[in-house]
Structure formats: structure tokens, C-alpha cells
């Protein structure tokens, strides 16, 4: 541990300098105790059932800083890029790393979103009925709904575009523009699917439904915990519940079994990226199978609920209840930060100054002790803490991983006795 004090002329009160003693605002000295805050290791990868190669591309992963702090739903690879949604969030990366937030004044939640064939025009749905449209993902344009339900999955099916959500809600449109809220006979609460020789399999709070046409639907699995997600490689259809190891397989989308994967967490999602599927969920969870039969276990290594995982070649990219973005792409850390005490006239209240070496990284901190986040107090100017307490100092930066915690304690000295 290392001791910067700065001593002055005191002002006549006393203190025991203990952590969280208050002091008077025009205190002028003070001591600054700089921790030994570790570096935080990188997260191993835990396997189960297989072996890791040294090359496995799912085995170590980086927290991206998106700039986001709002819960995060989903991710796909749509047009050559990376979509991640979210409270008033549409991001876009083509690379997993560099994030850039396109919904500019749209204020909603949004959930899942596809483009047709042409990958010409594009939709983003979400809750309360929320429909947006893009040309290219970047630009957004809010449409009137006819539903103010929350919508959970979206596809290019039949060559026109068609929502579902709560209560067997169903909506189609030719454009994306303008849409009808079509009969069917289900009031399923649907939540993600996917398609399997032409017919929609879609996973439910219910189980699981399929249907030739988006309209009439036909009950594959009743399951008293809900389904949440469903993929398929073309032979072999996986699909994922929101209670532990509620894991079901089917070759048809039809008759379904279950099977056992060995871990107790939930799982919120599944992907095939065209070599393996890939299955993620609570506390860090993330499973890869090249063929749904055999799969290995990992985490991210801390306590974080996947919401969504996407992958495309080598690059993955999972996006979490907490905001956070991960990618298991080698990425630049920015530096940790520096604490330290501001120039001052003597005799002046003692202020401390944060400093990061990376340019044009967001330093955040906090007073109680508690490690920062990208929602932490934003950093702007030197500041004089009002009693002795600690410090902790964290920086991010858009493309790049967020910085190591940097402590200290700050101590109000006590004056010295008087002749």
C-alpha cells in the first residue's frame, strides 16, 4: 500500500480519520492510502464432458464497452453485421467490438429483429406493440401498430414479414409499414422459434407450436416451465427453457425428447451459426454442440444472464440482462486510472484528481466502496470528498474492454494538537 498525505495548516476540529467520519467542507489536509486493487484475471473457461483445444473459439471472453447501460434482449448476424437490442438500444457491429447506437430518438424496447430476402428493408419489433423500420439498419423509422402487446419474435416468412407475441398475438405485413393483426387459433404466449421445412416451430410460455402458415398452430410439446427459444441445424431441432436443463431435441419439430446437458442454470437462448449450435444463459452459461448430441461447457466467469448469443465464422458475441456486451475477440483493455490529489494552493480543501492514459476514456467512480459500473458517477473535474471513505475508479471506451478497479482510501487527518 502506498501513502500520498498532504499536510497543511488545520483547521481546529478532530476526527479519528475512520472511514466515513464526516468532516467539515474547508478540511485542508487529508491523505490519500492508494490499494492493491489485483488485476482481474481472465475468465477460464470451465469444460464439462469434452476437452477445450487451445484454439476453442468459445473458451475465453472480453466485456465490450457499448456505451450502453440498459438491459439488453437479443443479438443477431443480419446483413453482414452484428444487431444487438435492447431498452433504447438497436446497435450494429461488424466486428463484435466497435458498437454504434442506431435508434437516435426512439424510446422503446426492442426485442428481435429480421430483414427480407432481399436484405433491402428491415424490422425491429418489441414491447408494447413497438415496430420500426430500416433500409439498412441504421436509419430507424417508427409504424403505427395495430397492437400495443408486446411483441417476442419476428420473420421474413412466405415473402412477407410476420410478428408474435403475448396471447397469440399475430401480425403480418407485405412492407413492414402496414400491418393487420390477423385471426389464428391460439392464444399462446409465443417467444423465439425458428423455421423447419417450411414450417414455423416457435418456442412458448406453454411448450412448443408449429404451423404451416403463421395462422393455425398445432401444440408439438405442452411443458408446465416455459420454452423460450428454438433452432435447428436442418436435421436436428433444439430447443431451450427458462428452468434448469428444460432441454428438449426433435428431428421433425414435432415429437420432442429431452435430454440432460448436466447444469443447473437457465437457459435463455440457442443458436446454430451454420458449424455448431450454441446455447447460453444464466450465471455466465455458455454451451456449444457440433451436432446437438454432444455438448461442452463453459462460463464468462461471473455472475451474468445471457439474454441473447449470436455468432458468424469464429466471432461470437453474447449480450446480457446487465447491459454488458461480450465477445470472445482479443480486445485492447483500457488503462487502469490513476488517483491521485490535484494541485492546490496551501491551505486550500484538498481535492482528488482521476486520471486515464487511454484518450477519451470515460472515467467513472464511487464513495461507498463498491466496484464501478458504466452507470457509476461520471468523472469531470477534480472534487473534495466531505468525509474519509473509499474510492473506487474504473474506466471505459467504446470498441475497447473496460479498464482494471483502481482504490483508495481517503482520510481525513486529524489537526494537530495545539501548543
Not at 81 to 102: C, E, H, R
Not at 323 to 340: D, Y
Request: proline fraction near 7%.
Amino acid at each position: 500500500m502506498a501513502l500520498i498525505a498532504v499536510t497543511v495548516v488545520a483547521l481546529p476540529f478532530t476526527t479519528q480519520g475512520a472511514e466515513n467520519t464526516p468532516a467539515p467542507a474547508n478540511y485542508t489536509s487529508a491523505s490519500l492510502a492508494l490499494l492493491d486493487e489485483p488485476e482481474p484475471p481472465t475468465p477460464a473457461p470451465r469444460i464439462e464432458k469434452t476437452s477445450a483445444a487451445p484454439s476453442d473459439p468459445l473458451g475465453q471472453w472480453s466485456i465490450v464497452s457499448s456505451g450502453e447501460t440498459n438491459v439488453l434482449y437479443t443479438v443477431r448476424w443480419i446483413n453482414h453485421q452484428f444487431v444487438v437490442l435492447g431498452t433504447k438500444a438497436i446497435l450494429t457491429s461488424p466486428d463484435g467490438i466497435n458498437w454504434q447506437n442506431n435508434a437516435g430518438n426512439l424510446t422503446n424496447i426492442f426485442i428481435d429483429v429480421v430483414g427480407n430476402d432481399s436484405a433491402s428493408n428491415f424490422i425491429a419489433i418489441g414491447d408494447n406493440g413497438t415496430i420500426a423500420t430500416s433500409p439498412d439498419l441504421k436509419k430507424w423509422t417508427p409504424q403505427t401498430s395495430p397492437t400495443t402487446v408486446r411483441l417476442f419474435t419476428a420473420f421474413w416468412y412466405n415473402g412477407q414479414f410476420l410478428a408474435l407475441g403475448n396471447g397469440g398475438t399475430t401480425l403480418t405485413s407485405p412492407d413492414g409499414t402496414h400491418w393487420v393483426d390477423v385471426a389464428n387459433n391460439t392464444s399462446e404466449t409465443f417467444h423465439r422459434g425458428t423455421q423447419v421445412g417450411g414450417r414455423l416451430i416457435v418456442a412458448s410460455y406453454e411448450g412448443i407450436v408449429s404451423s404451416p402458415n403463421g395462422l393455425v398452430w398445432s401444440r408439438a410439446l405442452r411443458s408446465s416451465n416455459r420454452m423460450v427459444d428454438v433452432a435447428t441445424n436442418g436435421k436436428l431441432v433444439v430447443a431451450v427453457g427458462g428452468t434448469p436443463d428444460n432441454f428438449r431435441v426433435s428431428t421433425d419439430g414435432v415429437t420432442w425428447s429431452p435430454y440432460s446437458l448436466g447444469t443447473t442454470e437457465q437457459l435463455n437462448a440457442v443458436i446454430w451459426t451454420g458449424n455448431q449450435f450454441v446455447a447460453a444463459g444464466g450465471n455466465g452459461t455458455i454451451l456449444n454442440s457440433p451436432d446437438g448430441a454432444t455438448w461442452s461447457l463453459r462460463t464468462l466467469g461471473g455472475n451474468y444472464t445471457i439474454e441473447g448469443v449470436a455468432g458468424h465464422d469464429n466471432t461470437f458475441v453474447a449480450v446480457t440482462s446487465a447491459g454488458l456486451i461480450f465477445t470472445n475477440q482479443k480486445v485492447a483493455t483500457v488503462a487502469r486510472p490513476e488517483i491521485s490529489f490535484a494541485p492546490g494552493p496551501a491551505g486550500s480543501v484538498p481535492q482528488l484528481e482521476l486520471k486515464c492514459a487511454t484518450a477519451n476514456a470515460k472515467i467513472v467512480y464511487t464513495e461507498d466502496g463498491t466496484d464501478p459500473t458504466s452507470q457509476s458517477t461520471t468523472y469531470t473535474a477534480p472534487f473534495s470528498p466531505t468525509q474519509s471513505e473509499t474510492i473506487k475508479v474504473r474506466a471505459y471506451k467504446d470498441g475497447l474492454a473496460q479498464s482494471a478497479i483502481s482504490s483508495a482510501k481517503f482520510i481525513i487527518n486529524p489537526p494537530k494538537a495545539q501548543p
